[in-house]
């Protein structure tokens, strides 16, 4: 077994068990095996600490970002049954003109397949860029494109109409402003009197259910 072999197998099973590490329980063959395929430049050490290094950038993708889920719904039954406390919560209307962190509001896509698996997303969104760019041992930070992981789900949830607002999981961003508030069918006496004096004293338009 000549040098280059011996580079070859190190970089993939050090591939190999990087992934392993972020997504236990898949299997890796196909994609490490794929990685064969990928041109000799492959067998630099330099190449591999920036491959190694963009994988890092992927799993810190998935974990430093923060979702808020919201809704296109207000009136759904099976909404509020399942996230407003049976239909004794209440439910907040923003009013998202003017507002600056618009840019991270994504719709979610509903599918069959989910678009979520972190394997198969890292090597479509960026083993492409990883080669163009080898000539120049350079690797692009492509976080972003890391977003669309977020925006997925499978095809069985469509029914909540989602959208997800992404931000630093470590910081709590200033929300849009506060249109309206819908109150549950099943809010207490109580719960009511307080939300509906709440709203009163910010001027915030409340609908009962």
């Known amino acids: 077994m000549g040098c280059n072999a011996v580079i070859r197998n190190h970089f993939l099973l050090d591939i190999a068990d990087k992934f392993n590490e972020m997504a236990p329980g898949y299997n890796t063959a196909p994609i490490v095996n794929w990685l ?14 920036k491959f190694i290094k963009l994988v890092n950038i992927c799993l810190n993708a998935r974990t430093l970002l923060g979702v808020c889920s919201l809704t296109e719904l207000c009136d759904d039954d099976r909404m509020w049954e399942e996230y407003g406390d049976h239909g004794a919560g209440y439910c907040i209307e923003y009013d998202l003109d003017g507002y600056d962190k618009q840019k991270y509001l994504l719709k979610v896509n509903y599918q069959e397949e989910r678009n979520t698996n972190f394997i198969i997303s890292f090597v479509a969104t960026f083993v492409e860029d990883m080669i163009r760019q080898m000539s120049k041992c350079e690797l692009a930070n492509r976080e972003s494109k890391m ?7 499978y095809l069985e949830w469509s029914y909540q109409k989602e959208w997800r607002l992404l931000g630093d999981a470590n ?14 069918k099943n809010i207490s006496e109580e719960n009511k009197n307080k939300m509906k004096e709440l709203c009163s004293s910010l001027c915030i338009a409340v609908v009962e259910k």
């Open 147 to 153: 977003l669309m992981l977020f925006a997925t789900k």
């Open 36 to 49: 064969l395929s990928i041109p000799e430049k492959l067998d630099s050490p330099e190449i591999k600490n």
């Open 171 to 184: 910081t709590t961003e200033k929300g849009p402003k506060i249109s309206k508030v819908y109150l549950g």
